[in-house]
C-alpha cells in the first residue's frame, strides 16, 4: 500500500498571502488528521476530517480552514499568511473508526512552510 | 492539557547500548502510539499499545504501559547509529468526541555514537 502524501513538500510565501496544503491517505483510510510542528510549541493538532465532514477541531484561528473531498484527499488552507505561520505541516491517516482493535495514525513527509 | 510528556528530553548513548525512553500522560486513553522522527522529516510510526496490554514487542523495539500510572516505556535494544532521530509518544483520549486527535509530547532526542 502506499503510504501518505503531501504535496508541495517545501513552500515560500510572503505574509499576507494565502497558501493550500494537499494531503492524500492511505487507500481505505477515511480520517485525515492535520498538525503544525514548531520548535518553540511542538505537535498541535489542527483538525480532523472523516467522509467530508470536519470532526475535530484544535485551538487555531479560522485563517486556518480544511476540507476533505469524496476520495478521502484532504487540504488545509492558511489565508493571511503571518511569519509565525512557519512551520512543518504533517497530514495523517487512518480508518478514523470506533470500535476497532487498532488505529493507528500514519504520517506522510510533512510539507515545510516559510513565511518571509 | 492531556499532552504527553516524554522523558528524559535527551539521550546520548553508544551504539550497541539499550536506549530506554518514558512518557507520561493525564488522562485515560484507549491506546498509546510511539513515532520517530528525523530532523524535520515526517513522524514514522513504530507501534501502537492499546489500553488493555502491558507489553508489545517489534524486532529491537519493545514498549510497556503502565495505566494506572498513566505511563508507558519505549526500549530499543542493541541501537545502532540509524537509531539517531527524535522519539514521541501520542495519546488519544477514551473520549468518542476526540476522534483522530492525538496528543504529543516534546519528544526525546535520542542521539547513538558509532
Known amino acids: 500500500k502506499a503510504g501518505v502524501t503531501q504535496t508541495p513538500r517545501y513552500l515560500i510565501k510572503t505574509r499576507g498571502q494565502q497558501v493550500t496544503l494537499s494531503c492524500s491517505p492511505i487507500s481505505g483510510h477515511r480520517s485525515v488528521s492535520w498538525y503544525q510542528q514548531t520548535p518553540g510549541q511542538g505537535l498541535q493538532f489542527l483538525f480532523e476530517?472523516?467522509?467530508?465532514?470536519?470532526?475535530n477541531k484544535g485551538n487555531f484561528p479560522g485563517r486556518f480552514s480544511g476540507r476533505q473531498f469524496s476520495n478521502s484527499r484532504s487540504e488545509m488552507n492558511v489565508s493571511t499568511l503571518e511569519l509565525g505561520d512557519s512551520a512543518l505541516y504533517l497530514c495523517a491517516s487512518s480508518y478514523g473508526l470506533t470500535g476497532l482493535p487498532y488505529n493507528e495514525q500514519f504520517f506522510g513527509p510533512g510539507t515545510r512552510l516559510t513565511v518571509l | 492539557s492531556q499532552q504527553g510528556e516524554e522523558d528524559p528530553q535527551a539521550l546520548s548513548i553508544q551504539e550497541g547500548e539499550n536506549a530506554t525512553m518514558n512518557c507520561s500522560y493525564k488522562t485515560s486513553i484507549n491506546n498509546l502510539q510511539w513515532y520517530r522522527q528525523n530532523s524535520g522529516r515526517g513522524l514514522v510510526h513504530l507501534i501502537l499499545i492499546r489500553s488493555n496490554e502491558r507489553e508489545k514487542h517489534s524486532g529491537r523495539l519493545r514498549v510497556t504501559l503502565d495505566t494506572s500510572k498513566k505511563s508507558s516505556s519505549l526500549l530499543i535494544t542493541a541501537s545502532r547509529a540509524a537509531d539517531t532521530a527524535s522519539y514521541f509518544c501520542?495519546?488519544?483520549?477514551?473520549?468518542?468526541?476526540?476522534?483522530?486527535?492525538?496528543?504529543f509530547g516534546r519528544g526525546t532526542q535520542l542521539t547513538v555514537w558509532p
Open positions: 501520542a495519546t488519544d483520549a477514551d473520549r468518542g468526541s476526540t476522534l483522530g486527535r492525538l496528543y
Open positions: 476530517y472523516f467522509s467530508e465532514t470536519q470532526r
